[in-house]
Structure formats: C-alpha cells, structure tokens
C-alpha cells in the first residue's frame, strides 16, 4: 500500500484515496452514525541503536532578534505574544516559534502521507480559508496547489510574508468575534494546531459551517499532546508524560483546553455537519520506529518537542501556575531527557476530523 502511494506524486491530492496513506489507517468503527473513525497501527521499534546521530544532525539552530520583533507584539519572559484578539493566546509569535511552525509544516504533511489536508475537495475550490494562518506556510503551499482558488490566510499575528502570490492574501483578525466574510462563500475551511487558542468552540464550528458553501468541507487538525506507548517501555515516571499533563492542566485553567481535538467531531456534528471523517494518526516522539519514514518523522518530532518546549510552557506556566522563567526551564529539562530516550516507545496522536456542510 506504501508503494503504490509513491508513484501518485502527480495525482490530484483530492483523488487519492485516503487508504493509500503510508501510515494506513485501519477503522475503530463509530462513535456515532455520522462519524467514521480510523487509527494508525502499533509502530514497531528500531532494534538498532546505531543512529545515535539521526535526530540531532536535523536539529535548526535558531536566531531570535527581539528588537525587530516588538512590532508583533508584548514582550514577556523574553518571548513575544499577540497583542491583537480577545483572549490571550498561549503560545509566542517570535522568529524562534515561527521557525518551529514552519518545522512543523513539514512533519505534518509527512505524517498525513505527503498531502497538505484529508478533505476531499475537488479539483478546482474557489475560495479557502485558513484559520490561525500563522506563518501562512499552509496557505501559501495550497494557493500554489490550486490556482484557481483565492486562499486567505487569517491570524491574530503579523507574522506571514508580505510578499505572496496573487491568489493568496493575509488578514490580521481574531477569529472568536463574529466574521466579516460573506456566508456561503468558502469551498474548503482549514485549522491546523489551534493549541491554547479557542475558548468556544460551538461558534467557531457554527461561523465555519455557515461560511461554507453548502457542500463545502471544513478541516481541523490538532496535536493531542498526551504521550501513549503500545509496548510498556515508558515508565510511569517518564518526564515527558508528567510535563504533558502540566501542559493539560494549565490548558484548561488557561481557558483553552488542549483535549479539544478528541471533541473535533462532537463539535462539527453539533454544529450540523455531515460526512465526518477523524482520522488518527501516530506521531513517535523521538526516532525509535523502524520503519524510515516514521523515524523521519519522529527526528522532527523529537526537535519540535526539545526546540519548542519553552514555547509550550513559559506563558501558561507562568500564568497558571506562577512559576518562574528559572522553575520552568527546570520542570522542562526532564521532558528533554526523557524525550531523547529511544528505549521509551513513546508517541502522541495527530488527530485529523474533516466534514462537510449538508447541501
Ligand atoms: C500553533 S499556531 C499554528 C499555525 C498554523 N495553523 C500552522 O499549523 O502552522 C496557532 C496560530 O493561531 C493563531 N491564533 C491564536 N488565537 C487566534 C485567534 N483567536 N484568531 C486568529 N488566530 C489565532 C496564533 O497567532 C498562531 O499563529
């Protein structure tokens, strides 16, 4: 099934069958009539211990120029927020997270099986909406994926590229206040990694449904960051896993709970869509798969986790918890020790929910 996806390069993405994912996904059966549900199989761990170099030979190193930042937003603990949007966002918006986005880019389209989304959107959208756009790299690969589309990028942050296509365009708005789009206009409406960002989610799944056309397809793809392992080698102890349910508490004392992609379907069957397909897959946290392309993907994991993780928890510990900038590099250090270990068999879940609006 893996080979036969790496000669459909040239295919239309929205033609091929989802089934042709390397990371074949096998159906769990359903939570509900309207909901079909898929998962990766076990990973099966790399026996060999020699490529001790793998993951950190990818590693980026990062320049951050606070001084040319400012403009983006609020300085705090030497990280830069959005100063833009009604509640506060949780993650920072400086040239370090932004290189971790577009890291991150990557990974998931290598996770999803070389595609950009799931959705089966056809051949020629007319107009699509990317909401918390970030870096806009989504939004500039699917403008350039699909000429015949106007893709608009909307973030709270300035912080796409001013010069773009002319089918692509970035918007600076807060996408929790009522839309000024026109309704019934979109042919596809994405969200990737909406992490410590949304507070109610009934509405943005109501403004997405009634912003399509009807027939159109609305994507949310999430990291559900709770560390699993299929084979016990992860103790209880692990630092990785103890951190992450820190992360999971001040998610939800922040306001914005981090379980929300387990809620993705709920939420979009609530609202009134239909054909919903939420699709699991498995991110392995550092290289210890054996199969290469899991490996890949769990080397940028591995730096996404050891680069990123101040980026994850110096605004919501702080806030939350009160802890210092010092006390949070401490509580940190154990995740990053316990994430370079390749004997623990340790991965998160990428969780991808598409439906579409009935016509
Ligand atoms: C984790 S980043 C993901 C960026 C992008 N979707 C990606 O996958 O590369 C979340 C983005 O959502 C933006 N964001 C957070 N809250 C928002 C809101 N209420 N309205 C619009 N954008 C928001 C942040 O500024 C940030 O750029």
Not at 71 to 88: A, F, M, Q
Not at 201 to 211: D, F, G, I, V, Y
Not at 299 to 313: Q, V
Not at 332 to 350: E, G, I, S, T
């Amino acid at each position: 099934m893996a080979d036969d996806h790496l000669g459909e390069e040239a295919q239309p993405q929205s033609a091929r069958p989802l089934h042709s994912s390397p990371l074949s996904l096998h159906s769990v059966g359903s939570s509900h009539p309207n909901i079909a549900t898929q998962i990766a199989p076990t990973i099966q761990p790399d026996s060999e211990e020699s490529d001790e170099a793998y993951a950190e030979s990818i590693t980026t190193s990062y320049v951050t120029s606070i001084a040319s930042e400012i403009s983006k937003g609020v300085l705090e603990n030497d990280r830069i927020y959005p100063n833009y949007g009604k509640h506060s966002y949780g993650l920072p918006v400086d040239e370090h997270e932004m290189d971790r986005l577009d890291l991150q880019h990557r990974k998931y389209e290598l996770v999803i099986g070389d595609r950009h989304f799931l959705a089966p959107v056809g051949p020629t959208p007319q107009k699509i909406l990317d909401l918390g756009t970030g870096t806009g790299i989504w939004a500039l690969d699917v403008a350039d994926m699909f000429p015949s589309a106007e893709v608009i990028g909307v973030d709270i942050a300035p912080i796409q590229p001013k010069w773009v296509a002319s089918n692509c365009q970035f918007e600076i708005d807060d996408v929790e206040a009522d839309w000024m789009y026109k309704e019934d206009s979109f042919d596809f409406i994405h969200f990737r990694d909406p992490l410590y960002c949304i507070r109610d989610w009934p509405k943005l799944m109501s403004q997405c449904l009634s912003h399509l056309k009807p027939g159109g397809w609305c994507e949310f793809a999430c990291i559900y960051p709770v560390p699993m392992c299929d084979d016990g080698s992860v103790p209880e102890t692990s630092g990785f896993k103890s951190v992450c349910m820190k992360f999971m508490e001040a998610g939800r004392i922040f306001g914005a709970p981090l379980d929300v992609p387990l809620h993705f379907a709920t939420y979009m069957r609530e609202a009134g869509f239909v054909d919903i397909s939420e699709n699991i897959f498995k991110v392995p946290a550092s290289p210890w798969p054996k199969d290469k392309r899991l490996k890949q993907i769990g080397a940028l994991e591995m730096t996404n986790i050891l680069e990123g993780a101040e980026a994850f928890g110096s605004r919501v510990f702080h806030q939350v918890f009160g802890w210092s900038k010092e006390q949070i590099e401490v509580v940190l250090m154990d995740m990053k020790r316990d994430v370079r270990n390749r004997a623990y068999h340790q991965y998160c879940q990428y969780i991808v929910v598409y439906g579409r609006r009935p016509t």
